[in-house]
């Protein structure tokens, strides 16, 4: 009797205490654009993923994985088609207006191994929120990666590898599911070799993702 | 026109009488030869019934119809006489102007002067709380005389004043005892003594006094003449939602642009656009919509300064409740009519 009415309260204190808090978990359907080294090395490719946020008071963290078939686009000197998981992890923290600051890491692996190069990095930057209106809210996101590693080797600038985001949602249903759209540009200025050897060899993604989340 | 001026004690008379009968035998025909204008038959019989064994009321109307009689034969000095021992007998007695002749109102009123009797006592019926208020006490002395005014029952007289007062007195007793506690519940006699020498009199009016519980203040719910303002208010209608997306979405088009590598060729809009096309029309849609309701901070802060004020008043009564708890309300009634003597 004394168990079940301490885990009664228990309860109770959960219920409480998850009034602050917002959650969702849903699927996307991603479609990206990857070049690499040159215009000549170009896919276009599509595939799934899932995503999740929870959010409790000013504080707030996304994380999705996304899994992309990229295939050769017409013209590409590419001719083998490969497929990048992406796993996006972001934390955020509220400071003031529409501004929140953000951190996370991104990590790319891509399957062959040597068709493209898998990169982790750790991401920093600052997203712009709006309400559009009931319901509907968009952001704007910018920041930098650091410390980017790839399979391939090489090395970026301090400022060389930027990422830019726009994103929306728009609930349903009373809030209990959410329709999500994401569009997410990554450039990285990666370079290899030095001296008189050094090389450019950028990569660049572009993705969307169009999603749908069960709220709670 | 003398004959018009007697009738109209004549007239008077019966009604004077009120509803109570005369019983003696003399004063009934004396009064009768009052009626038929037979003045002289009316004195010698009204004479006749002095010598009798008459009641109160019967010896009263005996010096009445003497005096309206004399009047009405214009012996002003006796008239007077008659009055002053009508007066004795009836201090309250009172003549209407309007029905009687100004010869036998004149006699009456100087008649009262000369006579030391406490007229129309009265005291107020009221409700106060104690401590906050008084009982209104009211009587008239015909001649200047030492008067004093006490409260008699319960545990103690009170004197309420002492004073040499002629004509009309007025008086406001607190209801308190010397101790300056309220008055218990009780019957208590208000009584008024005159004096002048070895003459006087004294007039009483019985009263009854309730304590009681002070009525408490019901708490506010609202201040009267304010009202809570809406603290929510719908905009207009506005294109800012569709300006704001296309000013975001042109913003990740415009980024991507700037930010892409020359080295990679044209970039891809094709992700940017599905997402900005997306966002565009879910603020073009947002637009349409009737906007969400906005805090109205105005309204806000005139709400939160009206509970404040509310609940000011609220503490403010509480306060007064718990005084009010401890005060005792008093209610001063007079039983009947008073008497004198």
């Known amino acids: ?216 | 026109m003398r004959h018009s001026v007697l009738l109209l004690p004549l007239l008077l008379l019966p009604a004077a009488l009120g509803a109570q009968a005369v019983q003696n035998a003399t004063l009934k025909r004396a009064q009768a030869a009052y009626d038929n204008l037979d003045y002289r038959q009316a004195l010698t019989l009204a004479h006749t019934a002095q010598r009798e064994r008459l009641n109160g009321f019967d010896k009263a109307r005996m010096f009445e119809l003497l005096a309206f009689t004399y009047g009405a034969m214009d012996s002003i000095l006796q008239s007077m006489a008659a009055f002053k021992e009508l007066i004795n007998l009836e201090p309250e007695r009172e003549l209407d102007p309007n029905r009687t002749s100004p010869k036998v109102l004149s006699a009456f009123s100087v008649a009262l002067t000369q006579v030391l009797v406490v007229r129309q006592l009265k005291v107020d019926s009221v409700d106060f709380v104690g401590g906050q208020g008084d009982v209104g006490i009211r009587y008239v002395v015909t001649q200047p005389a030492r008067v004093v005014t006490r409260i008699t029952g319960g545990a103690a007289s009170i004197k309420i004043d002492s004073s040499v007062a002629n004509g009309q007195v007025n008086l406001r007793w607190p209801a308190r005892l010397a101790n300056g506690d309220p008055v218990p519940t009780g019957t208590y006699t208000v009584v008024v003594e005159a004096t002048i020498g070895q003459n006087s009199f004294s007039a009483s009016q019985p009263i009854r006094v309730t304590q009681g519980a002070v009525d408490t203040l019901p708490h506010l719910l609202s201040l009267p003449g304010y009202e809570y303002l809406p603290e929510t208010e719908i905009p207009p209608k506005s294109w800012k939602p569709m300006g704001l997306a296309l000013v975001y979405s042109g913003i990740a088009l415009a980024g991507t642009s700037a930010l892409s590598s020359g080295d990679l060729g044209s970039a891809s809009f094709r992700e940017a656009g599905v997402i900005g096309g997306g966002l565009m029309a879910a603020g073009f849609v947002v637009m349409l919509r009737k906007p969400a309701p906005q805090p109205a901070r105005g309204n806000i802060l005139y709400n939160r300064l009206l509970r404040e004020q509310l609940a000011r008043r609220n503490a403010e009564i509480a306060q007064d409740n718990v005084r009010r708890r401890q005060q005792v309300a008093l209610r001063v009634v007079p039983i009947r009519a008073g008497g004198g003597r």
Do not use: C, W
């Open chain 1, 1 to 216: 009797m004394r168990t079940a009415a301490a885990l009664l309260s228990v309860l109770f204190a959960a219920a409480g205490s998850l009034a602050a808090q917002h959650g969702s978990i849903g699927g996307q359907v991603v479609f990206g654009d990857y070049r690499e080294v040159s215009a000549d090395l170009h896919y276009r490719g599509s595939g799934g993923g899932v995503a999740a946020s929870f959010t409790y008071k000013k504080l707030g963290i996304e994380g999705s994985l996304a899994s992309v078939t990229y295939d050769p686009v017409a013209g590409s000197t590419a001719t083998v088609s490969f497929k990048a998981t992406q796993l996006d992890i972001r934390a955020r923290y509220y400071i003031t207006g529409p501004v929140s600051a953000e951190v996370g890491i991104v990590n790319r692996k891509a399957k062959p191994e040597f068709e493209a190069q898998s990169v982790g990095a750790i991401r920093a930057g600052v997203r712009m929120s709006y309400p559009l209106g009931p319901g509907v809210n968009m952001g704007l996101r910018g920041g930098m990666l650091f410390g980017s590693k790839f399979s391939g080797g090489g090395t970026v600038s301090g400022v060389g590898a930027l990422e830019l985001g726009l994103n929306m949602t728009v609930d349903a249903m009373k809030g209990r599911l959410r329709l999500t759209g994401d569009y997410d540009f990554q450039r990285i200025a990666r370079t290899t070799g030095s001296g008189p050897g050094k090389a450019n060899v950028p990569i660049q993604q572009a993705l969307g993702r169009i999603g749908l989340a069960v709220a709670f």
